[in-house]
C-alpha cells in the first residue's frame, strides 16, 4: 500500500446513486485512514436527488458530490488509488482505465436503487437498502488489519467482502 492514508476509488456506471453513497460512507467512517472518490464510465451528470435526500437525513455533508467520468482518476496527475471497487455489476464487466499505482480492486455489486419503480416508499426503501449493503461493506473493510496481510490474503479478504449476500 501506498500511505499510512489509504485512496479508494467506487466505481460504477452513472455515479449517481451507489458509487456516491459508498463514498459518504468510506469518507466519514474511515475519516484519517481512508480518503474515497467515486466516478462512473458513463456518468449520469447528476446525483440522483434521493442518494442526496438519504445522505442529508443521515448528517453527511452532500455539498461536493457531483457525478464524475473514471478518466478523471486514470489520470497521471489523479490521485494513486490503494483500491478500486465496483458497485455494480455493468461497471464490473466493462474495461476499466489503467489505475496509476496498480491498485488492488474487487466487485462489490449491489442492486441499483435508481432503477426501482414504485411509489416514493418503495423508492426509499432501496435507497436505504443500499446503504446498508454498502454500509456494512465499507465497515468489514476498514477493519481489516490491511498493515498485517499480504496480498494475496488481502485480495482473498476483499473479494469475500463482495461475494456475500449483501446483509
Not at 7 to 27: D, Y
Not at 50 to 61: D, W
Request: proline share 7%; hydrophobic share 40%; aromatic share 8%.
Amino acid at each position: 500500500m501506498s500511505s499510512e492514508t489509504y485512496n479508494v476509488l467506487f466505481l460504477c456506471t452513472g455515479n449517481s446513486a451507489r458509487s456516491i453513497i459508498a463514498e459518504a460512507i468510506l469518507n466519514r467512517d474511515g475519516r484519517g485512514r481512508f480518503k474515497a472518490f467515486s466516478a462512473g464510465s458513463h456518468p449520469a451528470g447528476h446525483v440522483h436527488p434521493e442518494a442526496l435526500a438519504l445522505l442529508k437525513k443521515l448528517n453527511f455533508k452532500t455539498e461536493d458530490f457531483r457525478s464524475k467520468d473514471w478518466s478523471e482518476f486514470a489520470d497521471p496527475a489523479a490521485p494513486v488509488m490503494d483500491f478500486v471497487f465496483t458497485v455494480c455489476d455493468n461497471a464490473a464487466k466493462e474495461t476499466c482505465p489503467v489505475w496509476p499505482g496498480q491498485p488492488m480492486s474487487a466487485h462489490w455489486g449491489v442492486p441499483d436503487p435508481a432503477s426501482v419503480n414504485g411509489n416514493e416508499s418503495e423508492k426509499r426503501l432501496a435507497f436505504s437498502d443500499t446503504f446498508r449493503m454498502l454500509n456494512n461493506r465499507i465497515s468489514i473493510f476498514i477493519n481489516l488489519p490491511l498493515s498485517s496481510l499480504d496480498k494475496l490474503s488481502l485480495q482473498e479478504r476483499l473479494d469475500e467482502i463482495g461475494s456475500k449476500a449483501p446483509a
